[in-house]
């Protein structure tokens, strides 16, 4: 079935994908900051343009993954509305790799209304109505500035980059948490089969907020270091912000391929809203389902992009889940701790670490990890391998014990 | 695109159920009298634990309520169900207390509610309810969260063949934001869904265009406040359609223009 489906129309390859995140703008700064083992975790100093006029401190204890410049990106003036630091930062990222004119171009090449456009993100325009209830008046009113459609609304950035690129076809943002922007990859590519769409659009947009990280914090999920996947004493997660587009064609009518979507896997967890299931079940009903689409059996796949963010629970959980299908026999690592949990933009920006080392043959290691927890049986890379092979698998979960797994291969 | 629609869930508090919203639609009830007067308050949903129930949201309660009945209705195992959930806001009710006490200078923000306010909240509280693993999405386009909802399920059923538990709600927000993004009462509606002609109780025949086009309207006025008023209610002409039994067209709005054009036919 595998090879049928490779050769055959039904192909999805990525021709083409972009990520900015807190190591820098776009694909050559995440090469170079993975082959360089250079991460970008600082301590928390976040203090937003939004809230400078209110001087309030915010202090949390832990370390984030900011993405520089955010404050001053510019959007076109004709949609000055949807101007908040989510829109910002996925007009940021549009900019990089020529992203903004591949749209474009496909938008020219396959008709606006015949390109999908399908978004994740957790916590949307977040941060501006955090400024809007700081600037309350003293009858609880929203100053008249703030925009709900624009901003704060899940659709926002997805109406906002259907706006700058003339995208024109079916549009959703999906929201399940630190799913979202893996899921849009399964979503798309089932659009393009049921002839819904010829081509489509992907990603995933999330930015840094007090919500999230006061909700983490108390939580107790946030680390007070830079965060330390799978080892003995991690102590938590790093949040970061980012976002990253990705576009998906049918393989006979790209003009390129970056890697063909060969699967994908969802899944529930159906344990508990915050805490993933002890053994990972939800998690290997994901992994299994992304094997099963892309017709491989475990061996076939050469490296496993984690999950890994970092808290007891998690860690411990996925290592199972990973063990129970793969043995210990492939290599795995998490990259978190290059720029943080990117919540709803997680599962783009790994998928792009996980489409990096395909393409340029490495496997990037587990930054700030100097040893794996020996109560995790995964094979956990510690340090990068130049490393070639032909599927990856990424794995995304999130709150609600929502799993997704993705499967790339090598696409020659 | 086929899909056909096995059992209905409705649940608001100004109309009830979906035999109550039945009546109403086929225009046998004209208005709320002692004889079909709706539950007060919040609806059962009996699936939810005792516990979760007392902290559950309002919007995780209605999905409840309507999954029950659709599912129900349809014969579907929900344990074996995969479902896609669609909502403009999901539980917007959580944002107003978060955002006035981190403005007042408090982070310390519970973790309930904290975990109560991600989109996805409501469906994977029904996952944990109904124990089921499949897969499971939750979407939103604003207006039109419930047409791109169809489409992600018509999708799905295309790719995966049923059954499917398709659910839309949309509860209104509190406090300061309540201005910002009127939303008139809390409506969820579920469709148990199979791809392909069954004992069911209409099919839908799914077309996209690139036309903007007018969406339909519902005759009665309660009805047509409320379809404007609230992005789930959208949903109300086609039940009307679906409820009458005839073989009728109903177009409703994309999120980023264009329409999508639902022919319903009886069974």
């Known amino acids: 079935m595998a090879d049928t489906e490779r050769s055959s129309s039904k192909a999805i390859v990525v021709s083409d994908f972009t990520v900015t995140t807190a190591v820098g703008r776009g694909r050559a700064a995440l090469r170079d900051a993975l082959a360089n083992r250079r991460g970008a975790l600082k301590p928390c100093e976040f203090a937003p343009r939004e809230l400078q006029p209110f001087g309030r401190q915010h202090?949390?204890?832990?370390?984030?993954?900011?993405?520089?410049?955010?404050?001053?990106?510019?959007?076109?003036?004709?949609?000055?509305?949807?101007?908040?630091?989510?829109?910002?930062?996925?007009?940021?990222?549009?900019?990089?790799d020529g992203m903004f004119d591949a749209a474009r171009q496909l938008c020219a090449r396959y008709g606006a209304q015949c390109v999908a456009l399908v978004l994740g993100t957790s916590t949307s325009g977040l941060m501006q109505v955090e400024w809007a209830y700081h600037a309350r008046n003293r009858d609880g009113l929203l100053p008249s500035a703030f925009r709900y459609r624009e901003t704060l609304n899940c659709f926002s950035a997805a109406a906002f980059v259907a706006a700058a690129t003339g995208i024109a076809g079916p549009a959703s943002m999906i929201s399940t948490a630190c799913s979202s922007s893996a899921k849009v990859f399964a979503a798309a590519a089932r659009l393009i089969r049921a002839n819904l769409a010829d081509a489509a659009l992907v990603g995933g947009v999330d930015s840094l907020c007090l919500t999230t990280l006061s909700g983490f914090g108390s939580l107790e999920l946030l680390s007070r270091e830079a965060c330390r996947p799978y080892a003995v004493d991690r102590s938590g997660i790093s949040i970061g912000e980012g976002a990253g587009f990705a576009i998906l064609e049918r393989a006979p009518q790209a003009r390129r391929a970056v890697a063909q979507l060969a699967g994908w896997g969802e899944s529930s967890d159906a344990f508990h809203m915050s805490t993933p299931h002890p053994d990972g079940l939800g998690a290997q009903l994901a992994i299994r389902a992304a094997l099963e689409r892309a017709g491989i059996g475990p061996r076939e796949?050469?490296?496993?992009?984690?999950?890994?963010?970092?808290?007891?629970?998690?860690?411990?959980?996925?290592?199972?889940?990973?063990?129970?299908?793969?043995?210990?026999?492939?290599?795995?690592?998490?990259?978190?701790?290059?720029?943080?949990?990117l919540l709803g933009a997680a599962g783009i920006a790994e998928a792009a670490v996980t489409l990096t080392a395909l393409t340029e043959e490495f496997a990037p290691g587990t930054l700030n990890t100097p040893a794996k927890d020996p109560a995790c049986p995964n094979h956990l890379l510690i340090e990068n391998e130049a490393l070639r092979f032909d599927v990856a698998l990424s794995n995304s979960f999130g709150f609600g014990g929502s799993n997704c797994t993705l499967a790339f291969r090598r696409f020659d | 695109m086929k899909l056909c629609v096995v059992g209905i869930g409705v649940w608001s508090p100004s109309i009830g159920s979906w035999p109550a919203l039945r009546a109403r639609l086929l225009g046998s009830v004209t208005a709320i009298s002692a004889a079909n007067v709706p539950?007060?308050?919040?609806?059962?949903?009996?699936?939810?634990?005792?516990?979760?129930?007392?902290?559950?949201?309002?919007?995780?309660?209605?999905?409840?309520?309507?999954?029950?009945?659709?599912?129900?209705?349809?014969?579907?195992?929900?344990?074996?169900?995969?479902?896609?959930?669609?909502?403009?806001?999901?539980?917007?009710?959580?944002?107003?207390?978060?955002?006035?006490?981190?403005?007042?200078?408090?982070?310390?923000?519970?973790?309930?509610?904290?975990?109560?306010?991600?989109?996805?909240?409501?469906?994977?509280?029904?996952?944990?309810a109904v124990g089921c693993r499949e897969s499971s999405t939750s979407i939103a386009a604003h207006d039109a969260s419930a047409a791109a909802g169809l489409l992600?399920?018509?999708?799905?059923?295309?790719?995966?063949?049923?059954?499917?538990?398709?659910?839309?709600?949309?509860?209104?927000?509190?406090?300061?934001?309540?201005?910002?993004?009127?939303?008139?009462?809390?409506?969820?509606?579920?469709?148990?869904?199979?791809?392909?002609?069954?004992?069911?109780?209409?099919?839908?025949?799914?077309?996209?265009?690139?036309?903007?086009?007018?969406?339909?309207?519902?005759?009665d006025p309660h009805l047509e406040f409320l379809r404007t008023g609230n992005p789930t209610a959208r949903l109300l002409p086609l039940l009307g359609v679906i409820a009458g039994g005839a073989s009728q067209r109903v177009t409703l709005a994309l999120p980023t223009g264009g329409s999508l054009a639902i022919d319903v036919k009886p069974c």
């Open chain 1, 59 to 96: 202090r949390i204890e832990t370390f984030i993954g900011e993405v520089d410049g955010v404050d001053d990106v510019q959007l076109p003036a004709a949609l000055a509305d949807y101007d908040c630091r989510n829109n910002r930062l996925a007009w940021l990222a549009l900019q990089q």
């Open chain 1, 301 to 341: 796949v050469g490296y496993i992009n984690l999950h890994g963010t970092a808290t007891r629970t998690n860690d411990a959980a996925e290592a199972h889940a990973v063990h129970a299908v793969f043995g210990d026999a492939v290599p795995t690592s998490s990259t978190k701790a290059w720029f943080g949990h």
């Open chain 2, 39 to 128: 539950p007060a308050g919040l609806p059962p949903a009996n699936w939810l634990p005792p516990a979760e129930r007392r902290r559950a949201t309002t919007g995780t309660r209605v999905v409840l309520s309507v999954a029950e009945e659709a599912l129900t209705q349809a014969g579907f195992d929900p344990v074996v169900t995969p479902s896609v959930f669609t909502s403009s806001a999901g539980s917007p009710e959580t944002t107003d207390p978060i955002c006035a006490q981190i403005a007042g200078g408090d982070t310390q923000i519970s973790p309930i509610r904290f975990h109560n306010s991600v989109h996805n909240a409501a469906a994977g509280y029904y996952s944990i």
């Open chain 2, 152 to 219: 992600e399920a018509a999708a799905q059923l295309d790719d995966c063949g049923g059954p499917l538990l398709f659910v839309s709600f949309d509860v209104p927000y509190t406090g300061s934001l309540v201005a910002a993004r009127p939303i008139a009462e809390s409506w969820a509606i579920a469709l148990a869904l199979l791809p392909s002609p069954a004992a069911a109780l209409a099919t839908l025949e799914l077309t996209v265009s690139a036309l903007t086009a007018e969406e339909a309207h519902c005759a």
